[in-house]
């Protein structure tokens, strides 16, 4: 064993650039707490101190993250960043043009990532070539989740196209059941907003309003169908709905109160908890349309001083990408391997979908970032689009109305 | 030694905080009117754009709703508490047996925090949960209340827990004024046979003014500040209907990466308390003065 350890400290140690024996630290910013969250965090924290290092824990619960973005801002400006934290999409380009991001592009091309992480999601661990971020898993966001009895009892297959979909919810309703699960908060309304906008717009139509930010897109006729149906489904949610957590909808959905749910795969985790198995008592499939969502969580990894430091950054970085972390940290966590070449024997269906799906999206061009989970803006663009979506979705605003102001509060946030 | 110290003793003491004061309040204000000027996004920066942030501050749609929301929550909470806890000082000045126990009762809101206070509400208002459930669970099928999930009355939820929770105390204010108010002009009174409600409209009220003040100020600098209430008991929702300036100013800063948009809302509702409170302090210079 302590052959081992030294030969794996070493290893490291000579990858990050004439450092000769330090042992690897890591000081690490996360906001993963919850039950098989922190769990999952566990399984990496336990790896790390296998391989001989020195692992310091930074948790800060609270606010989706924001807290923990306080806490990182605050270390930062006292020139003391963490090692690696817990940040995605846009947001690692944004901390790179401030200038703290570390280059952690030896472990990568050692490591051989580019080959085995899809295109579209290796670019955002990118910063102007150098990578300097490591992804962890792979959240597709545009899932429907359905109550298998429910839709059986009604004679309902499960929909393929939105007029299907609706069809649907106007028979459950007339049976008594609520058709949707949903919960009144911003970020729920923009996360079945983007699905209902992935099917209507289509993978390109999605690429050049959610990432082009291209305003005929945003303003056209599509758009304004994609608030039609919005206002559709705003008829199918119960009137009790605001302000309600997504895992109080996806009980409603499990105890068969409401038929389905537009929500990401972390629901996937709330029906596996209760013991429900996919395919039997509640079913998944991606939401009517071409594509793949997704939202990708990653470690980007700060510049810090010290050899000690550095050859824990490498060790991580190495690590988090490794296959069997990439295994046991989604098995846990209910997402996906971010890596294409990891055995998906222990996944369950639901997890097999998502990867055939995302293999095929990948080579299709239709592997998307999802708008809503902050995977293809920046905060203050996708918090415009938010605030119109969910201002649109809790009051009678027309559809005209809508698009005009998106294109309004787009050019305002620039 | 000893000379130099009785002179200089209470400067002494008092400087540590001056000095606190000046870096952490003033300083700090500064700072805010400096940033609200910058592009600055998730880190500060120090480069002067002239008043872009003020623009983009009065075209988005959210903060005119958290203005307006301002304005009706800050008229309606300050004027109702003050009705509500002058009308409670009066009813407890009669001279009642157990009125030790009720002014508790009442006071007891205040030792609340608002976060629980919010929290208690919610679930108080939820239409699946609270009243409206129970009202329907007596017979009454036909009976709504769903301000909290409804956008165009979810501010008035705020309105509510927030009278609850400041009557009390607003009360014990008047109640300590109307004690103040000398007994002698109302015995006088009512020698000459003058009605109660009389006493209280002509002598006692009027008497009262500073406390009315003291009150208003308190009450208002409440009201503007409002935020862990909001958070806890609507969230700012549906969508953003019940959005103050203060959770507006928490959105751009924590949650968007904007900070120069959050210092330029910080710095509109500073101003909206210097109107409030400048006025207040110059009426009470000059009457010290005087």
Redesign the interface.
């Known amino acids: 064993m302590k052959n081992y350890v030294f030969g794996a400290v070493s290893a490291v140690a000579l990858m990050s650039a004439n450092v000769v024996v330090a042992e690897p630290k890591a000081e690490v910013l996360h906001w993963w707490t919850s039950g098989g969250e922190a769990r999952s965090v566990a399984v990496l924290q336990q790896e790390f101190a296998d391989n001989g290092g020195t692992w310091t824990d930074m948790p800060v619960a609270g606010g989706g993250g924001d807290a923990a973005m306080s806490a990182l801002r605050a270390r930062v400006l006292a020139g003391n960043a963490p090692t690696a934290v817990q940040l995605k999409g846009p947001a690692i380009q944004e901390w790179y043009e401030e200038g703290v991001l570390a280059d952690i592009s030896a472990v990568a091309e050692a490591e051989g990532w580019a080959d085995v992480l899809p295109a579209s999601i290796a670019g955002h661990m990118q910063c102007e070539g150098s990578w300097c971020a490591a992804p962890v898993n792979v959240h597709r966001v545009d899932w429907i989740w359905a109550n298998a009895d429910v839709l059986e009892a009604n004679g309902i297959a499960m929909p393929t196209t939105w007029d299907e979909f609706n069809a649907a919810a106007e028979k459950l309703q007339g049976a008594g059941i609520i058709p949707l699960a949903h919960g009144g908060q911003a970020w729920q309304d923009a996360t079945v907003f983007e699905a209902v906008a992935l099917g209507i717009l289509g993978a390109d139509g999605f690429r050049k309003a959610f990432v082009e930010l291209d305003e005929a897109t945003l303003t056209s006729d599509a758009m304004k169908s994609v608030f039609d149906q919005m206002r559709t489904l705003r008829g199918f949610v119960d009137p009790n709905f605001p302000g309600r957590d997504w895992n109080l909808a996806t009980a409603m959905v499990m105890n068969g109160e409401a038929a389905f749910q537009i929500m990401g795969d972390w629901a996937k985790g709330e029906f596996l908890a209760a013991g429900k198995a996919p395919g039997e008592d509640f079913l998944c499939a991606s939401v009517p349309g071409e594509g793949f969502l997704y939202n990708v969580d990653s470690f980007a990894m700060f510049d810090v001083d010290g050899e000690d430091n550095q050859a824990g950054q490498a060790l991580l970085a190495k690590l988090i990408v490794g296959q069997s972390f990439q295994k046991v940290f989604n098995l846990n966590k209910g997402s996906i391997p971010a890596r294409v070449d990891v055995a998906l024997d222990e996944f369950d269906s639901c997890a097999h979908l998502s990867a055939e799906d995302m293999a095929a999206s990948s080579e299709g061009g239709s592997l998307l970032p999802s708008y809503a989970h902050g995977m293809a803006l920046r905060g203050a663009q996708s918090g415009a689009i938010t605030d119109v979506v969910t201002s649109h979705f809790n009051s009678d605003m027309s559809s005209d109305e809508a698009v005009q102001q998106l294109a309004t509060a787009i050019a305002n946030s620039l | 030694m000893t000379k130099w110290l009785e002179d200089h003793l209470p400067k002494v003491v008092l400087a540590p905080s001056f000095i606190a004061v000046l870096i952490f309040v003033y300083g700090f204000i500064g700072w805010t009117a400096w940033v609200s000027l910058t592009r600055s996004?998730?880190?500060p920066k120090y480069d002067i754009h002239g008043f872009i942030q003020y623009e983009?501050l009065f075209?988005?749609?959210?903060w005119d709703v958290a203005m307006n929301n301002l304005f009706i929550f800050g008229a309606l909470f300050i004027v109702i508490s003050m009705i509500l806890g002058l009308l409670l000082a009066i009813l407890l000045d009669q001279n009642i047996r157990t009125e030790g126990a009720i002014r508790t009762i009442y006071l007891y809101p205040m030792a609340l925090s608002m976060i629980v206070t919010g929290t208690a509400w919610?679930w108080i208002l939820?239409?699946?949960l609270g009243i409206e459930a129970t009202v329907k669970g007596w017979g009454f099928e036909s009976f709504t209340f769903?301000w909290?999930?409804n956008?165009n009355m979810?501010i008035y939820t705020i309105v509510i827990a927030a009278i609850w929770q400041s009557s009390g105390f607003v009360m014990a204010l008047f109640l300590a004024g109307l004690r103040s108010v000398d007994t002698e002009i109302i015995r006088a009174a009512q020698v000459d046979g003058i009605p109660t409600w009389r006493v209280y409209t002509a002598i006692i009220i009027p008497s009262m003014a500073p406390i009315f003040l003291s009150a208003f100020i308190v009450l208002s600098h409440l009201a503007i500040k409002s935020f862990d209430l909001v958070i806890a008991l609507?969230?700012g929702?549906?969508?953003?209907?019940s959005d103050l300036p203060a959770t507006y100013m928490y959105?751009m800063a924590?949650?968007?990466?904007?900070i120069g948009?959050a210092a330029s809302s910080a710095m509109i509702m500073m101003a909206v308390v210097f109107t409030i409170v400048v006025p207040y302090l110059y009426s009470e210079l000059r009457a010290k003065n005087d």
């Open positions: 996004k998730l880190l983009r075209a988005a749609p959210r919610k939820n239409p699946g769903d909290l999930v956008p979810a609507t969230g929702g549906p969508g953003f209907a959105a924590f949650s968007r990466g904007d948009q």
